[in-house]
């Protein structure tokens, strides 16, 4: 099964990726694999011409996307100063965008520093209005690692929000709790939006098998539709769960 097919995005779906363990190369695998999208960010992000055929740099990101041809298509506003990172757009301006494409548009919208788990901070993620598909992600590798900075970005708000210790062993029903969580994986999601999280980082059999028994527990949430299992750094699919 290919990347869009397990999150179902379709034409017009306007999908953000938050949470730790996989956003870009999520969203790198998404853009790859369909037709006609645009990928860009309402946060930082790093250098990404290589995922997508061309990348435009521009405060008018409605009128890049009226003369488009060629896909997919790379929009972000401007650099960081002299970091080698872009900034991103603000989400009114993402739902500009949102009604002027005629093409999915791929979104990152918070940061992790690489990290594997994460919970969001008081001012992330930056999820516009017009999302109607969101993907928080977790690394199924941050499974009995210590809750320490190593793995988890800022992890004393997993701490606060899972009831750990920092340094304490991280279990599936953690990673569970903060996916669920309105001050965690469902932070700033619209309300008709799907919920589709991905479990990565899946790498062989028993990790498949640690993210599964995540995967059950997750889909007894309300907001949940389906979970994925996956590899993105290799584009690869596991196992999809509904």
Not at 169 to 178: A, L
């Amino acid at each position: 099964m290919e990347p869009s097919e397990a999150f179902a995005v379709s034409r017009g779906d306007v999908v953000a990726v938050v949470g730790a363990g996989g956003k870009k190369s999520t969203l790198y695998a998404l853009a790859a694999d369909i037709e006609r999208a645009v990928l860009t960010a309402t946060v930082r992000i790093p250098p990404f011409e290589g995922h997508v055929e061309r990348l435009v740099i521009t405060e008018r990101p409605t009128e890049a996307l009226a003369g488009a041809e060629e896909w997919p298509l790379g929009l972000v506003p401007g650099r960081d100063g002299d970091r080698d990172r872009y900034l991103g757009y603000d989400t009114a301006t993402v739902d500009d965008m949102a009604s002027a494409a005629d093409a999915p548009i791929l979104i990152k919208a918070d940061g992790a520093r690489r990290r594997w788990f994460k919970t969001p901070a008081d001012d992330e993620p930056q999820v516009p209005e017009s999302a109607n598909v969101v993907v928080p992600v977790a690394s199924v590798r941050v499974v009995g690692e210590p809750l320490s900075e190593e793995r988890v970005h800022r992890p004393e708000r997993v701490a606060a929000l899972t009831g750990l210790s920092v340094g304490d062993e991280i279990g599936i029903d953690d990673v569970v709790t903060v996916l669920t969580q309105e001050d965690g994986g469902l932070k700033g999601v619209p309300e008709n939006a799907a919920v589709r999280p991905l479990l990565n980082m899946a790498d062989d059999e028993d990790l498949a098998a640690t993210a599964r028994r995540a995967a059950d527990d997750l889909l007894e949430h309300p907001r949940i539709d389906r979970v994925v299992l996956g590899r993105m750094d290799l584009r690869k699919v596991v196992d999809v769960l509904a």
